[in-house]
Nanobody, 124 residues
Framework: DVQLQASGGGLVQAGGSLTLSCAAS????????IGWFRQAPGKEREGVSC????????FYADSMKGRFTISSDNAMNTVYLQIHSLKPEDTAVYYC?????????????????WGQGTQVTVSS
C-alpha cells in the first residue's frame, strides 16, 4: 500500500526553524514528484514546494521562496521541508503528496497520494 507519513510539526516560537519529514513507502520513489502543501485555519490549501525525487530539482511557490527549503533523501525515501524564520502566519497543517512524473506539480488536483498532515503552530 502507498503511504506518506508526514511528521515533524509542533509548537515553535516566531523566528525559529522547523524541519518536516515525509516518509514514503509502497511506490518507486524515484519515479515520483513529492509536494508539500499547507492549510491554515479557515483558508484553502496552498502549494508550498515540489521536488523531483530522481534528480532533486525543486520548485517553490512564489510566496514561499526564501524561507522554505525542500530536499530528499532517496536512500530513506524521505522528503524534507525546512522552514526558517517562522512567522505566526505559517501556522497550518502541512501535507505531503506524491504524483508520478517528471514535471513540477503545483495544484492539489495533480497529486495522487496524500499524507495525513502534520500541525505547525507558530507563537508570536
Amino acid at each position: 500500500d502507498v503511504q506518506l507519513q508526514a511528521s515533524g510539526g509542533g509548537l515553535v516560537q516566531a523566528g525559529g526553524s522547523l524541519t518536516l519529514s515525509c516518509a514514503a513507502s509502497g511506490f518507486t520513489f524515484n519515479d515520483y514528484a513529492i509536494g508539500w502543501f499547507r492549510q491554515a485555519p479557515g483558508k484553502e490549501r496552498e502549494g508550498v514546494s515540489c521536488i523531483q525525487s530522481r534528480d532533486g530539482r525543486a520548485f517553490y511557490a512564489d510566496s514561499m521562496k526564501g524561507r522554505f527549503t525542500i530536499s530528499s533523501d532517496n536512500a530513506m525515501n524521505t522528503v524534507y521541508l525546512q522552514i526558517h524564520s517562522l512567522k505566526p502566519e505559517d501556522t497550518a497543517v502541512y501535507y505531503c503528496a506524491a504524483v508520478v512524473g517528471s514535471a513540477y506539480y503545483t495544484r492539489e488536483s495533480e497529486y495522487t497520494y496524500w499524507g495525513q498532515g502534520t500541525q505547525v503552530t507558530v507563537s508570536s
